[in-house]
Each structure stands twice: as structure tokens, then as C-alpha cells.
């Protein structure tokens, strides 16, 4: 029987008459060569060359990192929103390390694509500037983990978002799971992410982190944490050993089980020979409950388990308290902040 799958998979290959991926990383290389990759405001704010380098020295200092996940329905809107959040948390007194950029759908498509597909939620960068102001919207490093890499616009994309100083970017686990609106070529898409992670690959050594959350693809589907850790596995062997990218694994939307949440952080740190970098660690999203109120007792119980994970397992995966009112809407930029505020009562805790 596993001599059949074998010779179904590779009849499945030589049919689709895909480039020989030394042609492809040929391609990556070249591409590579000509990017420089911007400075964000967060990277002069703490004298860093990239977010690795600052997940590094948080891992050495015992600093949390914490996350925050923006994309309202404009680019303008998301701007004013990321400035907004850092100002909150500065008057505050605390740090919000990264924010994730919840992109239109739309960006997945190549450019000349996109504006016959319908409008989706999520900020639309139609320009070089709006790209540019990715990184120069606040002193809060831009992470690009939807609807980049895994696509068929993942090679114009990547080169944009390094340009724009975004050097964790992914999402790999959205290969095998999500669609572009409207299209249908996978080979494209194929060649096109595999492009895009061999530029990655090519400039690892200047701090760049291919971001997978293994909830947004196959691993959402396994019935045991055991063949989680054997997908992590493989996408381990695409990304680094086949493609020469530094993987940073994300987790956690889906795991609701506090132990086993903590238990992932070092089954990771294990399944990347104990140099794991993660992007983030992804608050309960299955749990909630449709008061919000009654979601912040959630929050506490997972959020105090992932940070003293992290005291005890460094890794560099930022924590992510999910807003309250999630579960049934987008929420606003108020209970974005009202949620990172609640965060750090929760690390004193811990």
C-alpha cells in the first residue's frame, strides 16, 4: 500500500511539469541580491537589524515578548491604529513588541489580479508608500504572517515587505490549506512560494524568519498533538534543510488545554534542536465564551500558563492575549488595548 501512495505521489509530481527547484532558488538568489532590507522604526528605536536579533536578546534577557494582531478595513485606519496603540502602551508603561497585519485577502493575488476580486477585511496596500509605511506607521515591528508567503503573489510580496523592514514573514501552513480568491493555479503558486522562501533563505543571515502557524493548515486537522509535531517536522525539512530559511513556528489558536500549550513551546524547542525562534504563540480562540466579560477569566488562565512558559522555555514567542470580544466580531482598537493592558496585569502574576 505504501508503495502505491509513493508512486501516485510521484506521478502527481512529473505531471504538474514543475521547474527543477535549483532553477528556481537560481531565481531566488538573483532576486535576493538586490533587496535591501529596511530599517522599521521599532529596529532604530532598540538599535537591532531585525526582529530576530531582538527575539535573541530577549531570549538572553528573560524579556516576554507580547503581540498584538491589527488590520482594520483601511491602511490609513490601520496606521492610526498602530500609532495609537503604541501611544496607549507608552503612557501605560509597557512595550507592545510586534503587531500582526491582517491583510485583505486580495494581497495574495498578483497585483494586476486584485481589483477584480471582491473586497475582503483588512487593510489594501495599493502603493510603494502605503508598503513603506508598514515598518514607519510606530516603533511596533510589523509582522506579515497572512496571505504573503504561500501564494501566488509570494515573491512580489516578500520583496516588498523586506524592503518595508519586515523580516518575519510567512505563512507556509496557509500553502496547504488557503486559496487566493479566484484562482486556481497551484503550480504558479507552488513555484511562486518556494521563490519567495529561497529569498528568505538567501538573506537568513540577515535575520530573516519564515513564519508558519500550523493552525492554519493541516495541523488544525490532526486528531493528536504526536502528528502536529511530525507536520512542525517536515515543514522544518521544506524550509531549512531543502530551501536554506530560518523556520519560526507558530502555534496555539486552536489548543485550548493550558498544559498542552506549555507542552508545545517544548516540543518546538525539541523539534528545532533547541534554536527555536518562534513569531508567536496564538491565545485561545476556541474557547470563548459569547459574553466578553466572561472571557477574561480565558485570558488569565492560558495567558499566566504561555508567559511562565516562556520564563521557564525561552524561545521568543510572543504571548497574544486575544481581545474579549474576538469570538464575535473584529475587534476595535479600544479592546485591542484594553486586552494588552490586562496582559501585563497577568505577567506580574507569573
Known amino acids: 500500500m505504501m508503495d502505491e501512495h509513493i508512486k501516485n505521489i510521484k506521478e502527481l509530481i512529473n505531471s504538474a511539469k514543475l521547474p527543477k527547484m535549483e532553477a528556481i532558488l537560481s531565481e531566488s538568489k538573483e532576486i535576493a541580491s538586490s533587496i535591501v532590507i529596511g530599517r522599521s522604526r521599532f529596529m532604530e528605536k532598540y538599535g537591532v537589524s531585525s526582529e530576530l536579533e531582538y527575539k535573541r536578546m530577549s531570549i538572553k534577557n528573560g524579556h516576554v515578548m507580547f503581540h498584538a494582531h491589527i488590520g482594520m478595513n483601511t ?6 491604529s498602530l500609532r495609537a496603540a503604541y501611544d496607549f502602551a507608552e503612557s501605560n508603561g509597557f512595550v507592545i513588541d510586534r503587531a500582526g ?20 477585511s483588512g487593510p489594501y496596500l495599493e502603493t510603494e508608500e502605503e508598503w ?5 506607521a510606530a516603533p511596533i515591528q510589523p509582522h506579515m504572517g497572512d496571505f504573503i508567503i504561500g501564494f501566488p503573489a509570494s515573491t512580489e510580496n516578500t520583496v516588498s515587505a523586506l524592503r518595508a523592514g519586515v523580516t518575519t514573514i510567512g505563512n507556509l501552513s496557509q500553502f496547504f490549506a488557503h486559496e487566493a480568491p479566484m484562482w486556481k493555479r497551484k503550480d504558479i503558486t507552488t513555484v511562486e512560494t518556494v521563490k519567495a522562501i529561497g529569498i528568505m ?8 524568519l519564515m513564519h508558519s502557524y500550523l493552525d492554519d493548515g493541516f495541523g488544525a486537522l490532526f486528531l493528536d498533538c504526536s502528528t502536529s509535531a511530525a507536520w512542525a517536522y517536515l515543514e522544518k525539512y521544506i524550509v531549512e534543510d531543502l530551501l536554506g530559511a530560518k523556520l519560526a513556528h507558530c502555534v496555539g489558536g486552536l489548543v485550548s488545554d493550558p498544559v498542552k500549550r506549555s507542552g508545545w513551546i517544548f516540543a518546538l524547542d525539541e523539534i528545532h534542536g533547541h534554536d527555536c525562534v518562534g513569531s508567536m504563540f496564538y491565545g485561545d480562540t476556541i474557547s470563548s465564551h459569547s459574553d466578553p ?27 497574544l492575549p486575544v481581545p474579549f470580544t474576538e469570538a464575535h466580531r473584529a475587534p476595535s482598537l479600544e479592546e485591542i488595548c484594553e486586552v494588552q493592558l490586562w496582559g ?7
Open 201 to 208: 533563505g538567501f538573506l537568513r543571515d540577515r535575520g530573516t
Open 344 to 350: 501585563r496585569e497577568i505577567e506580574k502574576t507569573a
Open 101 to 120: 497585519i491582517c491583510l485583505d485577502r486580495r494581497m495574495a493575488l498578483p497585483k494586476d489580479m486584485r481589483k477584480s476580486a471582491p473586497q475582503e
Open 293 to 319: 466579560e466572561k472571557n477574561r477569566a480565558l485570558t488569565a488562565e492560558y495567558l499566566l500558563w504561555d508567559i511562565m512558559t516562556q520564563i521557564e522555555c525561552p524561545t521568543g514567542h510572543a504571548v
Open 75 to 80: 491602511w490609513d485606519e490601520t496606521a492610526r
Open 132 to 136: 513603506m509605511q508598514v515598518g514607519q
